[in-house]
Every structure is written in structure tokens, then in C-alpha cells.
């Protein structure tokens, strides 16, 4: 009661903005258990791509982005920038004062775009419900899928070993009943990861994750 007490004095329009979470009438509940939804979050995307193209960056801290002479901003940052405690949207300056090898990359959108392009067409190969949120990352509803498969962690895998096969690129995926779950699965493995949150979790992962949030916002 008291953790449900201090979430309701954060408003619950708060609490939606920042969990993401789209609360459904009980009646309801049932209906929603029985999706299959996966997330699929190329992995340090722009960054990776790069490194793919140009093999003298492999391995080494990445950013694509503005120079920081140019009061630029970083797009994406390979996970060897990361390591450095760097990450998008942080001012250019400051990412090479943190790690002063950091190689600057400008982006390339055309080449990110086809490549997006292709990925999509794998999703398209197992259902047509899909929900593009930026060029690296996407929702799809397997429920009843084109290839008859059972399991929504199977398509994950399928698609994940295509997206590698055809663009040398690697993905992580998340899989559950939710887009709201399937977004926090994916994020629990990168890179390169699978994670299934089964509906007998939901409900228990729901309330780990807004005891979080409640324990965060009331520090």
C-alpha cells in the first residue's frame, strides 16, 4: 500500500510518460496476455554501421555526430565510446574531453535509411503488423504470424540470424505480451541478446519496474 500511496502522488500522467505503460479495464487483461509482441533495438546502430564499413574502426571508441569544434552533438556511440561513460545526445566537447581518441564519424542517414529499409523487409517476411519507432528500431505483433510458428522467441531468433546474414549487423530483441515488456527485454541482453518475459512474469516485472521509478523520482 505504501509504494501504491507514493506513485499516486507523482500523478499518473507522470507515471505513464516515463514507464510508457497504457493501463487497461480488467476486462481487458486477458485479451492483452495473449499477444506476442517483440521489440527488435539494432545494436549501437549508426555506430555499428560505421564500423562495419570502415574496418580500421573496429574496436575502437566510435561517435557519429558533430565535430566537437563545431559545437556538434553525438547521434550514437559505439560501445567501446561507451565504455567512456559516453552516449547520444551528449554535447561533442564533452564526449572527447571524456575519451581524446574518439574518433568522429559524420553521419551517413541515406545509408542508414537503406539499410533500415532491408531490416524491415525481414519483419515483413513473418507479419505485416509492424510499428517502426526510428530507423533501428521496431515493434512487431507475431500473434498470428505469416509462418505459422508458435513461438514469438523463435521468430526473435530467426530474424535476429537473418538481420546478421544479410547486413552483418547484430540486433537484440526482447519478446513478451506488451510493447511496454518487450521493450524492457530487450533492454535487459545488449548487445546481441534475447530475453523473453513469459505472461506469468508480467505481472511481478511490472511492479519491480515501478517500485524502480517510484524509489528513483522520490530520491
Do not use: W
Not at 19 to 25: A, D, N, Q
Not at 35 to 54: G, L, P, T, W
Not at 121 to 146: H, M, Q, S, W
Amino acid at each position: 500500500m505504501l509504494v501504491y500511496y507514493r506513485i499516486s502522488n507523482l500523478g499518473f500522467n507522470l507515471l505513464k510518460a516515463r514507464l510508457l505503460v497504457v493501463e487497461l479495464p480488467l476486462e481487458q487483461e486477458s485479451v492483452a496476455r495473449t499477444r506476442k509482441i517483440v521489440h527488435v533495438d539494432m545494436d549501437a546502430f549508426y555506430a555499428s554501421v560505421e564500423q562495419r564499413d570502415n574496418p580500421s574502426y573496429r574496436g575502437k571508441p566510435l561517435v557519429v555526430g558533430g565535430s566537437p569544434n563545431q559545437r556538434g552533438v553525438v547521434a550514437a556511440a559505439s560501445y567501446e565510446a561507451r565504455k567512456f561513460g559516453i552516449h547520444s545526445a551528449m554535447p561533442s566537447v564533452t564526449a572527447i574531453a571524456k575519451c581524446p581518441g574518439l574518433i568522429f564519424v559524420r553521419p551517413r542517414f541515406d545509408v542508414y535509411r537503406e539499410i533500415s529499409t532491408s531490416i524491415h523487409a525481414i519483419f515483413k517476411r513473418y507479419t505485416d503488423l509492424v510499428e517502426g519507432v526510428a530507423l533501428d528500431e521496431a515493434y512487431l505483433d507475431v500473434t498470428e504470424n505469416k509462418q505459422n510458428i508458435t513461438y514469438a522467441s523463435t521468430i526473435a531468433r530467426y530474424i535476429k540470424t537473418a538481420i546478421f546474414q544479410e547486413t552483418q549487423l547484430t540486433a537484440t530483441a526482447g519478446v513478451s505480451i506488451n510493447k511496454f515488456l518487450a521493450k524492457m527485454a530487450s533492454g535487459q541482453n545488449k548487445p546481441n541478446g534475447l530475453t523473453v518475459i513469459l505472461p506469468e512474469q508480467a505481472m511481478s516485472t511490472t511492479s519491480r519496474k515501478r517500485l524502480r521509478f517510484c524509489r528513483t523520482a522520490s530520491d
